[in-house]
């Protein structure tokens, strides 16, 4: 075995791990995993088969000289201090030139950090979000690597061998210097956590008003996933509705705790939002209820002293249709949300970001992969410059047309006590966004009455003050 050189290595034999580096062998190359714990490392030599294409050590210097170089070397370890623990151990062994990618989803400024530090050894280091799941990472991610171009060269053959193909096209694409692949894979999960409220509220409203049976449901889903909607997240919905419970033997779903637990990429994109000055309410609320589901007992007693509105009857098959033209308008406005954020982070952060090919690399393989990414290809391979997908030609009939449906939904969830935050957000940044008067003016007016913060004015250029009267 030690004379045999590995052409990709891979640090973290967790789930993700260990279908990674199956999938990079699976594609011709031979690939070597490490892992401290002996048990991922025998199971990863067995389900390899062949140690000539797929072997593993817990040893971390076994490792490093069992790979080619310049050495490849994956982390798809926890975010955060692991990271760094991995990359301490590693440093020792390396040679110059050699090259660590960090596939986790780590924090885009920890990526800055140690790509500089490396740099200073002589290390090139970048991050690649890995979109997909266990899946994904086994059948074909969507993998979106930044940092260095000159080192991803010698990454881009086993990453576009490995990755999700759309119409043949891998989606993987070379996206930016410095942390941009960790940015935009943060954005993705941001857009994610979106979809994933959205998708929700809808199920409570056809649940709650519609009075749909899980079959009903998954029937429902399964149908919308046939057409505009069509998308990971709508089709796993759809199954979801469909397993039962082998504890119970009901429908699982009915059984599972209303509490969503987070890891903190949502909550990232959110809180960079607030700090490059961008709006995206609809990723902000789905943070936003994923702490207020975890208030269970709070609700609990909340729920019993307040009485709450008994939906009123309504005709189901209008409902279905309403909610799937409200889902299809939310959905593209959490898109908008996210890419206006990555075209703004990518003249704040220097990425030089394309967010035509972004989209592209969504359109399959990841968990927001959607039939709706291939228009938003479409609309940004239109006009790179976009500011807002709201802006795009091709979106104003889709909007236009979906919009009076997410305002009846709105209304009905209002007037009938069902939450639909984001929903009534997504609405909510639709007319705000595209109304040319917006009433905060009269904020401004408040500023300068108490604080003397001055103001502009619509029919003259300058900066103004006024000794309001009391
Ligand atoms: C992906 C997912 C993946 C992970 C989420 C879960 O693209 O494959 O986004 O990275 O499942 O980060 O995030 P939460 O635990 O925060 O929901």
């Known amino acids: 075995m030690a ?62 000289n069992a790979l080619s170089t310049p050495r490849k070397i994956m982390l798809l370890v926890p975010a955060g201090k692991v990271v760094d623990a991995v990359i301490e151990n590693l440093l020792p062994l390396l040679d110059k030139g050699d090259i660590i990618i960090d596939g986790g ?20 280091f970048f991050g690649a979000g890995v979109s997909g799941g266990a899946k994904g990472a086994r059948r074909g991610p969507s993998i979106m690597p930044g940092g260095s171009k000159d080192a991803y060269q010698h990454v881009r053959p086993i990453f576009e061998a490995v990755a999700a193909k759309y119409d043949g096209e891998p989606c993987v694409a070379y996206l930016g210097p410095k942390s941009a692949g960790n940015y935009v894979k943060m954005v993705h999960n941001g857009i994610e956590y979106g979809l994933m409220q959205l998708t929700s509220e809808i199920y409570d409203v056809l649940k709650k008003a519609g009075k749909l049976s899980n079959e009903e449901l998954h029937a429902t889903y399964a149908e919308w996933n046939k057409g505009r909607l069509q ?55 789905a943070v936003s209820m994923r702490e207020i589901s975890a208030l269970k007992d709070e609700r609990k007693k909340a729920d019993e002293l307040y009485n709450r509105p008994t ?63 291939a228009d938003i290809t479409n609309a940004y391979k239109a006009n790179s410059g976009l500011q807002n997908l709201l802006l795009a030609d091709s979106f104003v009939e889709k909007v236009q047309s979906t919009v009076v449906a997410a305002r009846k939904l709105v209304s009905y969830g209002a007037l009938n006590g069902i939450p639909l935050p984001g929903l009534s957000n997504a609405l909510t940044y639709f007319d705000a966004y595209t109304s040319e008067r917006l009433p905060l003016n009269l904020i401004q007016a408040q500023r300068d009455y108490f604080g003397s913060h001055t103001y502009e004015r619509l029919d003259r250029e300058g900066i103004f003050h006024t000794e309001w009267e009391a």
Not at 105 to 124: M, P, Q, V, Y
């Open 3 to 64: 004379d045999i050189k590995y052409d990709f290595g891979l640090v973290g034999l967790g789930v993700m791990g260990r279908n990674f580096i199956l999938n990079v062998a699976d594609k011709g190359f031979t690939a070597f995993g490490n892992d401290l714990d002996d048990e991922k490392v025998n199971a990863l030599i067995e389900e390899g088969g062949d140690t000539q294409k797929v072997s593993a050590s817990t040893d971390a210097a076994e490792f490093v």
């Open 105 to 124: 989803n780590s924090f885009f400024t920890d990526t800055d950090r140690r790509e500089a530090f490396l740099k200073e050894k002589g290390i090139n």
């Open 231 to 285: 998308s990971f997240l709508v089709e796993i919905t759809s199954e979801i509705f469909e397993q039962k419970d082998n504890l119970t033997n009901g429908d699982l779903v009915d059984v599972i705790l209303d509490k969503a637990k987070q890891k903190g990429t949502g909550k990232w994109t959110s809180q960079n939002a607030m700090d490059l000055g961008i709006p995206v309410p609809t990723i902000d609320i």
């Open 311 to 373: 939906p009123n009857a309504i005709n189901k098959t209008e409902l279905i249709k309403d909610c799937e033209q409200a889902l299809y308008f939310a959905f593209i406005m959490a898109y908008a949300q996210g890419m206006h954020q990555l075209a703004d982070a990518s003249k704040e952060y220097g990425y030089e970001l394309d967010l035509g090919e972004i989209a592209k690399i969504w359109r399959a393989g990841c968990i927001i992969r959607a039939a709706l990414l």
